[in-house]
């Protein structure tokens, strides 16, 4: 019997955002981000394991579930009902092997520039991914995640690798691009990432590899998708090279 593959989402565990000037505000995962993704594993079969940190709860953001950010506020709050004990309980970092995940997902929100960005356990999980080739995927600010995979004294692994995340014209487009710590995009090109970005709001994904990432929520579906793509890729051929090895060894 063939196991499902199964795909870890990384969400944070910070619900204050502090911006500069020591003002904060309320964060979290962007829920369309969360929920969109999940729809599409769930239907892809995968079997979903949601995981931050500490194991602590993760929190959705609150401007995600309000119009005009929301699509479908009801709908939104109804799915993450039946994610409850999931975000409040998730799994914690230590508690995941590497080689029983098939894919990771990094949604957005700002949370991720509170923890994720900067994690040890975070980057420890991701090197280890890398390592064993596992695609890896992140929309928005979960881009921010791959900043932790960067080991004192050596080159970011990502660098010189195309990517995207919420792009600088988008933080002010909602009027966050000075108040912010530090902005993704900035990040990125400051660790020697190839950044790209589409026009603001609209979908634009970029793939290198093993690596796929999302400008925003626009681009989380063909994220998903072009994640459960790899991993059924993956998953098909490892399949058939072991079906072929028993038969030879028969």
Same mark, same amino acid.
Request: aromatic fraction near 6%.
């Given at each position: 019997?063939?196991? &499902?593959? $199964?795909?870890?989402?990384?969400? *944070? #565990?910070?619900?204050?955002?502090?911006?500069?000037?020591? *003002?904060?505000?309320?964060?979290?995962?962007?829920? +369309? #981000?969360?929920?969109?993704?999940?729809?599409? =594993? $769930?239907?892809?079969?995968? +079997?979903?394991?949601?995981?931050?940190?500490? @194991?602590?709860?993760?929190?959705? +953001?609150?401007?995600?579930?309000?119009?005009?950010?929301?699509?479908?506020?009801?709908?939104?709050?109804?799915?993450?009902?039946? /994610?409850?004990?999931?975000?409040?309980? &998730?799994?914690?970092?230590?508690?995941?092997?590497?080689?029983?995940?098939?894919?990771? =997902?990094?949604?957005?929100?700002?949370?991720?520039?509170?923890?994720?960005?900067?994690?040890?356990?975070?980057?420890? /999980?991701?090197?280890?991914?890398? @390592?064993?080739?596992?695609?890896?995927?992140?929309?928005?600010?979960?881009?921010?995640?791959?900043?932790?995979?960067?080991?004192?004294? $050596? #080159?970011? &692994?990502?660098?010189?690798?195309?990517?995207?995340?919420?792009?600088?014209?988008? #933080?002010?487009?909602?009027?966050?691009?000075? %108040? /912010?710590?530090? $902005?993704?995009?900035?990040?990125?090109?400051?660790?020697?990432?190839?950044?790209?970005?589409?026009? %603001?709001?609209?979908?634009?994904?970029?793939?290198?590899?093993?690596?796929?990432?999302?400008?925003?929520?626009?681009?989380?579906?063909?994220?998903?998708?072009?994640?459960?793509?790899?991993?059924?890729?993956?998953?098909?051929?490892?399949?058939?090279?072991?079906?072929?090895?028993?038969?030879?060894?028969?």
């Amino acid at each position: 019997m063939i196991q &499902p593959a $199964t795909i870890a989402i990384l969400l *944070s #565990e910070a619900d204050t955002l502090t911006l500069n000037g020591g *003002s904060t505000r309320p964060c979290g995962f962007w829920a +369309e #981000e969360l929920i969109t993704a999940h729809q599409i =594993f $769930t239907t892809a079969d995968m +079997e979903i394991v949601i995981a931050t940190p500490e @194991g602590g709860a993760a929190h959705v +953001e609150a401007d995600s579930l309000d119009a005009p950010h929301s699509p479908d506020p009801d709908g939104y709050r109804t799915y993450l009902s039946g /994610l409850g004990e999931q975000l409040i309980r &998730p799994v914690a970092l230590n508690q995941l092997d590497p080689a029983a995940i098939d894919g990771i =997902f990094v949604p957005g929100g700002y949370a991720p520039l509170v923890d994720l960005h900067s994690d040890s356990r975070v980057g420890d /999980l991701l090197r280890a991914l890398r @390592g064993r080739r596992t695609p890896v995927a992140t929309v928005c600010h979960g881009t921010a995640a791959l900043l932790a995979d960067s080991p004192p004294g $050596t #080159e970011w &692994p990502y660098a010189g690798i195309a990517m995207t995340s919420f792009s600088d014209n988008e #933080e002010a487009d909602v009027g966050l691009l000075a %108040a /912010l710590p530090f $902005t993704v995009e900035q990040e990125i090109r400051r660790m020697g990432g190839s950044y790209t970005a589409g026009d %603001a709001w609209q979908q634009h994904i970029k793939v290198t590899d093993t690596l796929i990432t999302g400008q925003n929520p626009a681009s989380t579906a063909a994220v998903a998708e072009k994640l459960a793509h790899c991993i059924r890729t993956a998953t098909s051929y490892s399949t058939s090279a072991t079906s072929q090895t028993n038969s030879r060894a028969y």
